[in-house]
C-alpha cells in the first residue's frame, strides 16, 4: 500500500537542493507578458559578429560537422548536440568547462543534460570506473557486486524506492513503467501531464514540449501506438479529475505520469501541492503515480524529487541522472508489490511484465552510478550546485532588471532556466490559441537558436539557449565570470 501522507513540509534552507520554490502565478503572469509581445532577438549587426566568431574560431567543428553530414542523419545523434549554427566537437570535459577542438575553452551549463551534478568527468568516478574496466571489462551478462550496490544505495537515498530494476536509458525506463503499470492494475489508459518530455517511445510521443499538441510529433507512429495515451494540462486538477471519470467508464486508468516540477524540466512550473493532489486523486482512482525523475532524481536532493515534495509515487522513472554521466543509465523503481511483476526466470509467476535488456545493469555503469552518488552524499553537491542555481538566477535578474528586457529567469535549485523567446510557453489551452502557437513557434524558436549561439561565442554552454544545469564544479567565482558574459549578450539584444 502507498506511505500515508504526512502534513507537507518542504526542506529547510540550509541543507536543500532547492532553497525555494518560485512564485509560480507570478511567473505565469510574466510568461504571459513576455509571449503577448513581438520577440526582442539580438540586433542584426551583432548576431553578425557572432556568427562571425563561429567562422573565425571554431573550423575544425565547421569541418567535423560537415563530415558528419555524410555518415548521420542531419550531423548530430540527438537533439543536445545540436548548436546554432553547427554542432560544436568537443575535446575535453573537466569540471566547470568544456574545450572543443579548436582550443576554444567554455563554460559548461549543459552538464550533458543534467546528470554530472558533480561537474563533468570527476576524478573519483573515473578512478574507480578504470579500476572495473581493468578488473572485468565493461559487461560480464552476469550478476555483478556494484550492480547489487547501486539498486541498494539507490532504495536508501530515495523514500518511494523499494526495488530497482535497472535499464539501458530513460527513454527505456519509461517504456518499462507503462507496461509494469498496466501490468499491475489490468487497465490500459496513461495519462501524462502535457507538454513533458518522457523520452521518444511510440506511445509518449505525444503532446510533447507544448500542451494540447497531441500527435503532433508522432510522425511514423501509428495511431494505435498512442491510442490509450491521453495529455491533462499541468496545474489543472479539474480537467485531471473529469479525464479520470471518464476513463474509470471506460476501464480506469492505469497510471498518470508527471515530471514533478513540471514539463521540460519545469519549463512549466507546477503549484508546490501539485504532486501532492496527483497522490490524493490517483489513491481515489486506484491508479498509480509515476515520477519521471529522469532529470530531477539527485538533482532535486539525494532523495529525488519525491523527498523534496514528501509524496511518494508508485513508480519512480530514473535515467542519466543515475550514472552521473556514464553510460547505460536507466532504472525504474518503486512499490515492492508493483516492482515484482518484473521478476523473471524459473519459479516465478506466469504473470509478469516482460522487460530486457542485455547490457542493462553492467559493472562500468552500475560501479559509476555507486561512486557518483557516494561522491555526491560526501560532498553534499545537491544542495552545493542548488546554491550555484541561485546566485546564476539573481544574477540573471539583475541583469534583465537592469536592461528593461522583457525575459524571465527562474530556478530550481541547480536547474535555473531562463526564457527569452518564449517559444515553450506559448498559450495552447484552445484551437485557435494553438494554431496561433503553432504559428508563432517556428520565429521564436529560431530567435532562441540564435541567442543559444551568442551565447557559445561568449563562452557559455547552454541547454538550447533556455536551459542551464549548475553543478559542484560552479564555484561563485565561475557564475560571476558567466553572469559577465550573459551580461555582454545582453546587451546586443
Not at 476501464?251 to 521540460?264: D, L, Q, W
Not at 494553438?434 to 541547454?463: C, D, Q, V
Request: charged letters at 20%; aromatic letters at 6%; hydrophobic letters at 40%.
Amino acid at each position: 500500500m502507498n506511505k500515508p501522507l504526512d502534513p507537507i513540509t518542504l526542506p529547510a534552507v540550509t541543507d536543500s537542493a532547492v532553497s525555494q520554490w518560485p512564485d509560480v502565478d507570478s511567473l505565469y503572469r510574466r510568461f504571459d507578458a513576455l509571449v503577448k509581445q513581438p520577440i526582442r532577438p539580438l540586433k542584426r549587426d551583432a548576431l553578425n559578429k557572432v556568427m562571425g566568431y563561429f567562422d573565425e574560431r571554431c573550423q575544425g567543428s565547421r569541418r567535423l560537422s560537415e563530415e558528419a553530414k555524410k555518415y548521420i542523419p542531419g550531423g548530430v545523434q540527438h537533439n543536445l548536440a545540436f548548436n546554432h549554427p553547427f554542432p560544436l566537437a568537443i575535446a575535453q570535459a573537466k569540471g566547470a568547462h568544456l574545450t572543443d577542438v579548436d582550443g576554444n575553452r567554455y563554460i559548461d551549463f549543459l552538464q550533458a543534460g543534467g546528470p554530472t551534478l558533480l561537474g563533468s568527468n570527476h576524478p573519483a568516478i573515473r578512478e574507480q570506473v578504470n579500476r572495473i574496466l581493468d578488473d572485468c571489462g565493461p559487461v560480464t551478462g552476469l550478476l555483478h557486486e556494484y550492480e547489487v550496490k547501486l539498486a541498494q544505495l539507490v532504495c536508501e537515498l530515495m523514500p518511494g524506492v523499494d526495488m530497482v530494476r535497472l535499464l539501458g536509458s530513460g527513454t527505456e525506463a519509461v517504456m518499462a513503467a507503462v507496461r509494469l503499470a498496466r501490468a499491475y492494475t489490468r487497465k490500459k489508459w496513461v495519462i501524462k501531464i502535457g507538454g513533458a518530455y518522457h523520452g521518444w517511445s511510440d506511445q509518449l510521443v505525444y503532446g510533447m514540449r507544448l500542451p494540447g499538441t497531441g500527435r503532433m510529433e508522432a510522425v511514423g507512429i501509428p495511431r494505435g501506438a498512442t491510442a490509450h495515451t491521453q495529455e491533462s494540462p499541468p496545474n489543472n486538477l479539474d480537467a485531471l479529475r473529469r479525464r479520470l471519470q471518464i476513463n474509470r467508464l471506460r476501464g480506469g486508468t492505469a497510471a498518470i505520469m508527471v515530471e514533478p516540477f513540471g514539463p521540460e524540466s519545469g519549463t512549466r512550473p507546477v503549484h508546490p501541492d501539485f504532486n501532492r493532489q496527483l497522490r490524493k486523486l490517483c489513491d481515489e482512482f486506484d491508479t498509480l503515480l509515476i515520477f519521471d525523475e529522469v532529470v530531477t532524481g539527485f538533482r532535486a536532493g539525494l532523495g529525488g524529487a519525491q523527498a523534496y515534495f514528501n509524496v511518494m509515487p508508485d513508480i519512480t522513472v530514473l535515467g542519466k541522472c543515475l550514472t552521473g554521466g556514464y553510460p547505460m543509465a536507466g532504472a525504474i523503481g518503486g512499490r515492492r508489490d508493483v516492482m515484482q511483476l518484473l521478476a523473471g526466470g524459473i519459479g516465478t509467476s506466469a504473470r509478469r511484465a516482460f522487460v530486457g535488456g542485455t547490457l542493462s545493469a553492467n559493472p562500468l555503469s552500475c560501479v559509476a552510478g555507486y561512486y557518483a552518488l557516494l561522491e555526491a552524499r560526501k560532498l553534499n553537491a545537491p544542495a552545493l550546485a542548488g546554491r550555484a542555481g541561485d546566485r546564476m538566477r539573481k544574477g540573471l535578474e539583475e541583469i534583465i532588471n537592469r536592461r528593461g528586457l522583457p525575459y524571465v529567469a527562474y530556478n530550481m535549485g541547480s536547474i535555473v532556466h531562463l526564457q527569452t523567446s518564449g517559444v515553450l510557453l506559448l498559450d495552447t489551452s484552445n484551437p485557435l490559441k494553438l494554431l496561433r502557437a503553432r504559428n508563432e513557434a517556428k520565429s521564436r524558436k529560431h530567435m532562441m537558436e540564435e541567442m543559444g549561439a551568442a551565447y557559445t561565442a561568449h563562452g557559455l554552454i547552454t541547454l538550447a539557449g533556455s536551459r542551464i544545469y549548475t553543478s559542484l564544479a560552479d564555484t561563485d567565482d565561475v557564475i560571476d565570470d558567466a553572469l559577465e558574459r550573459f551580461d555582454a549578450v545582453f546587451q546586443l539584444v
